[in-house]
């Protein structure tokens, strides 16, 4: 698919997911990404403290030496406290920083594989709206799924891990690369990983193999960074961009179903539950019974004894 014609179609179907998302109850979704954030900041608050308390605790200790009488041992003893609290609070500080370091580079990544189930059933429910495919409960199937999702988001975030750095590099070496134009290139290559990972759940119904959707979204490359720009978008804003990119997350998992069945008519999935092969309909399936119903009566006639 042509590039630009791609991206309309990946972007553009974020109205139809929308529509489709509460025309059919299916706002309820957004309350796991809700739950995750509230999940991860008080496991990360509670974390940090923890963290930093234990440091000063630690910090304390050390500097009880008992056999010791020499004037620094004796100054570190007495200030114990207050250079534990100093220690303590540093740590604090520099976690915190750390974290957020680790939800701006990666917390869209975060998102997808923390989701992940989610995602899949949320996918497939989409699916199944638009097509009325429906598909049998699958234990197996589905943590197949789950670990799908996760190793997608892990290798996509990788790859773009080390485009990131090749555009540092050369930003060095370039200040002009590394600046404006660095994070525009950046920008769209977030954008298509992302998309790849949401329209991953569609291919992985198509049973299609990690190198066939691999091979499906670079021909389709448009689609994907269409998908992926608006929660990309909310990735850059700074401080609540991964607490916002959650919730846009249900929507694009949505849009990634409804323009990959724009292209591919995901109705005649042979993996469906309701699958009819080509040519087959309801009459067709009167027409078997009847022919059925007929033998049935021709075998009462043969076994009557004959007169």
């Known amino acids: 698919m042509n590039l630009f014609k791609g991206f309309g179609n990946g972007f553009g179907a974020y109205g139809k997911a929308l529509s ?22 008080v496991g990360s608050w509670f974390g ?3 963290l930093s308390d234990s440091v000063e605790i630690w910090a304390k200790d050390l500097m009880s030496v008992e056999d010791d009488s020499t004037y620094f041992a004796e100054f570190l003893k007495s200030n114990s406290g207050y250079i534990a609290s100093v220690v303590g609070w540093v740590v604090w500080f520099i976690s915190k920083i750390l974290l957020f370091l680790l939800y701006g580079l990666f917390g869209g990544y975060i998102i997808i594989m923390l989701m992940s189930p989610v995602f ?15 598909y049998p409960f699958n234990g197996d ?41 660095g994070t525009i290139i950046l920008f769209f290559i977030a954008s298509y990983f992302y998309g790849f990972a949401f329209i ?25 960074i269409g ?29 990634a179903t409804i323009s990959t069945h724009k292209i591919v008519d995901l109705s005649n999935s042979s993996y469906a539950k309701n699958y009819k092969p080509e040519g087959t309909d309801e009459n067709a399936t009167v027409v078997d019974e009847d022919i059925k119903a007929i033998g049935e009566n021709t075998e009462e006639i043969d076994e009557k004894p004959e007169d």
Do not use: H
């Not at 489709?20 to 900041?41: K, Q, T």
């Not at 789950?146 to 996509?156: D, H, K, L, T």
């Open 48 to 50: 940090i403290a923890s």
């Open 227 to 255: 998908n992926g720009f608006i929660f990309a978008l909310a990735m850059f804003i700074p401080f609540c961009g991964t607490t916002i990119a959650g919730f846009i997350a249900i929507v694009s998992v949505v849009a």
């Open 141 to 181: 199937q589905l943590m197949r799924d789950i670990v799908r999702g996760v190793m997608i988001a892990f290798r996509n975030m990788f790859i773009e891990l080390g485009y990131m750095i090749g555009i540092l590099i050369v930003g060095l070496i370039i200040p002009v690369i590394g600046g404006i134009i």
């Open 200 to 224: 991953d759940y569609t291919n992985e119904r198509r049973r299609l193999t990690v190198k066939q959707s691999v091979q499906f979204i670079r021909a389709n490359k448009g689609m994907a």
């Open 20 to 41: 489709l998302i509460f025309n059919n109850g299916l706002w309820w979704y957004f309350l796991f990404p809700l739950a995750l954030n509230i999940l991860l900041f």
């Open 120 to 134: 899949s059933i949320l996918s497939e429910k989409a699916e199944e709206i638009l097509t009325g495919n429906k």
